[in-house]
């Protein structure tokens, strides 16, 4: 906690000029001016006033942009370099493991970790792998220069947990004959049914005058019955999607995001129906045979659809990669490719994916009260040419390119 008062503490006021300004939350402001006091966002707009006495950053010719969040991350978790020694993201004993949370493995010195901070990555959920048909709890984390996790935790963020469907759980648990494992599909529906009916008879046993010992994994899954935890489900395939919303709908749990879900453009009014956001890849497909039937127009159909009562699904567009996520900026413009609007692509690595986590009241947007997180580009975002330049959290330069460069000289 002390280290990230010292953190906020060391926030600075100043006020960026001249910058073409992309509040996300509205249309761009042409020569636009950011004042931010304390690290918090103080004024927005054209020709506002810039406070007497503070420093003044001459933005001419770049564009400033809120800081980019990734919904999917296993930055820490599997950090840098590659060895199994580094490996924490799945806790693969067991089908269900709700009791693990991957802020416990997260190394927060992963060298991936400046890297995003050089693409102007302000804040990612760093979620546990996908062996599991539950995984463990997800950690959402500012990427604030520490040695440890906690002055990086997202403070007041909901808690999140990592759910997974189809090919993957199949394979970990289905490579033998053995009444402990998973073969198919009907037997993960059916063993995830029987895990919120274990938690449900937990809940009554508890009442009971002798109630049985706590059972953390069976605690877990209650607060997600009641809403205290938001699911981001792990998926591809259409049945696999539709498998899932009907165990949810029988035990009135909610789905904040699909993650991945490359097919979800065949079952968008099932994603508005049950207000779900989508989080996917740009354009992967092919990898797997799950991922077969992917096409780069998924995101756009999607964030294009509207029901008759004109309500529509948050869309982001994740990494899952501690490559890709530095140039996250770049993975959202191909989607002006394939159809989707440049606000659009622009929310898609900032106010939806922060929609989807429940943090929308501080990040995701460049509105007055909202948190300093804010990444400047010395062309627009969506430009291949275009690099960050100054990144910003709470009103802290985490990223400078006049004095840090590029990570490893990489151009």
């Given amino acids: 906690m002390w280290l990230t008062l010292l953190a906020r503490a060391q926030a600075a006021s100043f006020a960026i000029v001249h910058a073409t300004v992309l509040p996300v939350s509205g249309p761009p402001i042409a020569d636009g001016t950011v004042v931010v006091t304390d690290g918090k966002i103080a004024a927005v707009g054209a020709g506002v006033a810039v406070p007497a ?20 991350s296993h930055m820490g978790v599997y950090p840098w370099p590659d060895a199994n020694a580094h490996g924490d993201g799945n806790e693969a004993v067991e089908a269900f493991t709700p009791r693990a949370w991957a802020g416990d493995g997260f190394d927060a010195e992963d060298p991936a970790i400046p890297r995003a901070r050089a693409g102007g990555v302000t804040t990612i959920q760093v979620l546990p792998g996908s062996a599991n048909l539950i995984g463990g709890q997800s950690a959402v984390v500012k990427l604030r220069p520490a040695v440890v996790i906690e002055p990086m935790l997202f403070e007041g963020a909901p808690r999140g947990i990592k759910m997974a469907v189809g090919e993957n759980p199949k394979r970990v648990y289905g490579g033998v004959l053995d009444d402990d494992q998973i073969q198919t599909r009907m037997g993960l529906a059916a063993a995830l049914r029987a895990e919120f009916q274990a938690a449900l008879d937990y809940r009554e046993a508890r009442k009971r005058k002798e109630p049985p010992p706590k059972d953390l994994d069976l605690e877990v899954l209650l607060d997600v019955i009641d809403d205290k935890i938001r699911v981001h489900l792990h998926c591809y395939r259409t049945h696999d999607i539709d498998m899932f919303f009907r165990v949810a709908d029988e035990f009135g749990f909610k789905v904040a995001s699909l993650q991945h879900a490359l097919e979800a453009y065949k079952v968008r009014d099932i994603l508005v129906a049950h207000g779900t956001g989508l989080a996917t890849f740009a354009d992967w497909w092919g990898f797997k045979m799950e991922a077969w039937d992917a096409i780069p127009q998924n995101a756009p159909l999607v ?66 009260g909202k948190d300093a997180d804010l990444a400047l580009f010395d062309k627009h975002p969506f430009d291949v040419y275009g690099r960050a330049q100054r990144t910003w959290i709470d009103g802290t330069v985490v990223y400078d390119r006049r004095t840090e460069g590029t990570p490893d000289g990489i151009r």
């Fill in 53 to 72: 006495g503070i420093e003044t950053i001459d933005a001419t010719g770049m564009f400033l942009m809120p800081g980019i969040i990734d919904i999917h």
């Fill in 303 to 368: 964030s294009n659809h509207r029901d008759a009562q004109g309500r529509g699904v948050p869309v982001a567009i994740h990494s899952d990669s501690a490559s890709h996520v530095q140039r996250l900026n770049l993975e959202a413009a191909k989607m002006l490719r394939y159809g989707m609007t440049e606000i659009d692509a622009l929310e898609s690595i900032t106010l939806d994916p922060a929609r989807m986590l429940g943090i929308d009241a501080r990040v995701g947007s460049i509105e007055v």
